[in-house]
Nanobody, 126 residues
Framework: QVQLVESGGGLVQAGESLRLSCAAS????????MAWFRQAPGKEREFLAR??????NTWYANSVKGRFTISRDKDTVYLQMNNLKPEDTAVYFC?????????????????????WGQGTQVTVSS
């Protein structure tokens, strides 16, 4: 089991930055690959970034590459978001992929993850 709790969302202006945190607990967390997704109203949940279980690899969506950075420190996973845009407005979720890990094509979809947090709202005003 893995429990995930996101924080750090809020209201910012375009061009500003935010850092989201995902506090994780549970006996499988140490072996989990972690990811961030977001979901805007009326849209499907969108993959943003993934951090491999040992930290040797990261994957990013093209829409955020160069602006967002995923990182991990012990029991917390972060998403640093820079140069935010109004189209980044969404609820942001962290997720965990526990062993046996999913195949590469599933990294980019919600079905690639076993556990989810409750989400944190990010609103970017123009």
């Amino acid at each position: 089991q893995v429990q995930l709790v996101e924080s750090g969302g809020g209201l910012v202006q375009a061009g500003e930055s935010l850092r989201l945190s995902c506090a994780a607990s549970g006996r499988h967390f140490g072996n989990a690959a972690m990811a961030w997704f977001r979901q805007a109203p009326g849209k499907e949940r969108e993959f943003l970034a993934r951090y491999s279980q040992r930290g040797h690899n990261t994957w990013y969506a093209n829409s955020v590459k160069g602006r967002f950075t995923i990182s991990r420190d012990k029991d917390t996973v972060y998403l640093q978001m820079n140069n935010l845009k109004p189209e980044d407005t969404a609820v942001y979720f962290c997720a965990a992929d526990t062993p046996p890990y999913k195949i590469l094509s599933d990294y980019y979809t919600p079905r690639g993850y076993d556990y989810w947090g409750q989400g944190t709202q990010v609103t970017v005003s123009s």
